[in-house]
């Protein structure tokens, strides 16, 4: 059912340990320094548990050990709960699921078009929240998002969430041109990690939505500026 040895899993902190930890990021963003056309520089904390992620405007790509240990382990979870194609987990393939997690966030750093399509989320959001006032929906109360959302707000919702996962299906475009793939191993991972990834995009609900976009606070002052 699942890969062979799924109880690896124990031993997944241990080979990134062994492949250097902020070194493995650091070599592979100095490979793919040497051919784009950007400079992109690592962050990279121990202690912070913040996921993998870029910050486009400063070429920045952030990298904790805990946030992209968990990445590996979802990830394992997801791909070996198949029958068909499953991934060993050893040094190896973690060197390369850590290219592929790069390639991914150096796409962004490289999407031109990342400015337009925040200020395109950036309207939608502002749209989500005039509606929300609107219906009056109460957001203290937790289960607010599970209810039948009003026609027009659950449609801003779903334009939310397709420029998001159209703006990650772009990363993973550029990410694909820039692998410069060695050996089929490494397009078949990517193609996994790819997507696991596009896969985990979709079940952002409003109240995420919210939360991830720092929202929360607005409806907290509300009251005072109603
Ligand atoms: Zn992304």
């Not at 650091?26 to 040497?34: E, H, L």
């Not at 987990?89 to 060197?95: E, F, G, M, T």
Request: with cysteine; proline share 2%; glycine share 4%.
């Amino acid at each position: 059912m699942t890969c062979k040895n799924i109880l690896d899993i124990n031993y997944l902190s241990t080979y990134y340990d062994n492949l250097g930890g902020k070194k493995l990021f650091k070599d592979c963003i100095k490979d793919f320094n040497s051919y784009i056309n950007k400079k992109v520089y690592l962050y990279y904390s121990n202690k912070k548990d913040t996921p993998v992620c870029a910050l486009p405007k400063f070429k920045i790509l952030l990298v904790t050990r805990l946030g992209f240990l968990s990445f590996c382990y979802n990830f394992y979870f997801y791909v070996n709960g198949f029958d068909y194609y499953n991934i060993d987990i050893s040094q190896d393939n973690l060197k390369i699921i850590a290219k592929c997690v790069c390639s991914h966030e150096i796409g962004h750093i490289l999407d031109d078009s990342i400015n337009s399509n925040r200020w395109e989320q950036s309207k939608v959001l502002t749209d989500i929240l005039e509606k929300m006032l609107h219906y009056n929906i109460d957001f203290s109360n937790i289960d607010f998002h599970k209810k039948n959302l009003p026609q027009d707000l659950e449609n801003s919702v779903l334009i939310f969430k397709k420029n998001l996962v159209g703006r990650e299906a772009i990363a993973w475009e550029i990410a694909r041109n820039i692998m410069h793939f060695h050996t089929p191993k490494e397009r078949f991972i990517f193609d996994k990690v790819r997507e696991y990834a596009l896969a985990t995009y979709n079940y952002g609900d409003l109240k995420s939505i919210i939360k991830e976009n720092n929202l929360e606070s607005f409806f907290k002052y509300k009251k005072y500026f109603a």
